[in-house]
């Protein structure tokens, strides 16, 4: 997910971040604001990943937002 897509879909996906990094206060969110690499360094600051830890486990779960739901039949 690009940068102008994570800014154009920040206020949905803010919920999901908060349960996934439970640690991210709605002020470490403001200030993010949809910046992909703010909240990357956040990641490293509060979780202390590494840059690349951070960076996949962003990746990791925005594509499992993206993966499609599997319909019963």
């Known amino acids: ?3 102008d897509i994570l ?3 920040w206020k949905q996906l803010r919920g999901q971040i908060k349960q996934w990094w439970a640690v991210l206060t709605d002020d470490d969110l403001d200030k ?3 910046r992909r690499e703010q909240l990357i360094g956040k990641l ?3 979780y202390g990943f590494t840059k690349d830890q951070a960076t996949r486990e962003l990746d990791d779960r925005l594509a499992q937002l993206r993966q499609p739901i599997p319909m019963g039949r």
Request: aromatic content about 0%.
């Open 1 to 3: 997910m690009n940068e």
């Open 7 to 9: 800014k154009g879909q």
């Open 32 to 34: 993010i604001n949809g």
């Open 44 to 46: 490293q600051e509060k």
